[in-house]
């Protein structure tokens, strides 16, 4: 079946340093592809997303290329800041079905320090 | 900006009690939404509905959950009776219409907690 699988956390940065989330997914068909982002006390809000092979998403300094070849999604920011610490979610949507349901990996938590 | 409301925001109730959620999901969209998200765990779909026919509630414990939409707009979702295990976040999302590319867009959810 469908499902997808995120680095585990909490990942801790200093500010403005590299962000790397990795993701990857199993899929029938040609899924789409989220990240969504949580803050704390907040419902979810999406990020970026990439709807066929080789695309990019990008949003707010955040990008992530749907690799078809290694089945991965990762999540990439150049340099971090502390308003970016929250738990992020990647996420597919079945290609098959076509239905839009969301299947979402456990989350990764990050927390950005000054 | 249009945002999908849910309320209330907290719930706390005792075992065997029935509760029940709402959403107000963003004007016009066709397609609603119901996850629940375990704490430290990612959501998942409990309902979809596509206007007010249910699409997909293959992962909805049919025996103690119910959800509706009656006129195609707001949807209440239910727990009769509740159990201990029902505590988690109950997450309504709404998009345009249904299709694996349709961005969704999340209320704040409501945080049950059974005693």
């Known amino acids: 079946g469908n499902s997808v699988t995120q680095m585990e956390g909490p990942v801790t940065l200093s500010e403005e340093a590299f962000l790397t989330i990795n993701c990857t997914y199993t899929?029938?068909?040609?899924?789409?592809l989220f990240w969504y982002v949580q803050y704390p006390g907040e419902g979810l809000q999406l990020l970026l997303k990439?709807?066929?092979?080789?695309d990019k998403g990008s949003n707010k300094g955040f990008e992530a290329t749907y690799r078809k070849e290694t089945t991965s999604f990762h999540l990439e920011k150049g340099s971090v800041q502390v308003s970016d610490s929250a738990v992020y979610f990647c996420a597919l949507s079945d290609g098959s079905s076509n239905t839009g349901k969301l299947i979402f990996g456990q989350g990764t938590t990050l927390q950005v320090k000054p | 900006e249009a945002e999908v409301a849910q309320s209330p925001r907290y719930k706390i109730t005792e075992k065997s009690q029935a509760v029940a959620f709402w959403c107000d999901p963003i004007s016009g969209h066709a397609t609603l939404y119901w996850y629940r998200q375990i704490l430290g765990q990612g959501p998942e779909l409990l309902v979809q509905?596509?206007?007010?026919?249910?699409?997909?509630d293959s992962q909805l414990p049919k025996d103690r959950f119910s959800a509706e939409r009656l006129k195609g707009v707001d949807s209440t979702l239910k727990i009769q009776p509740a159990e201990l295990g029902d505590s988690a976040m109950y997450l309504c999302a709404s998009s345009p219409r249904q299709g694996k590319g349709e961005t969704q867009y999340f209320g704040p959810g409501t945080r049950l907690l059974v005693l």
């Open positions: 509905f596509q206007d007010e026919s249910v699409v997909d």
């Open positions: 990439a709807t066929k092979a080789d």
């Open positions: 899929a029938t068909g040609y899924p789409s």
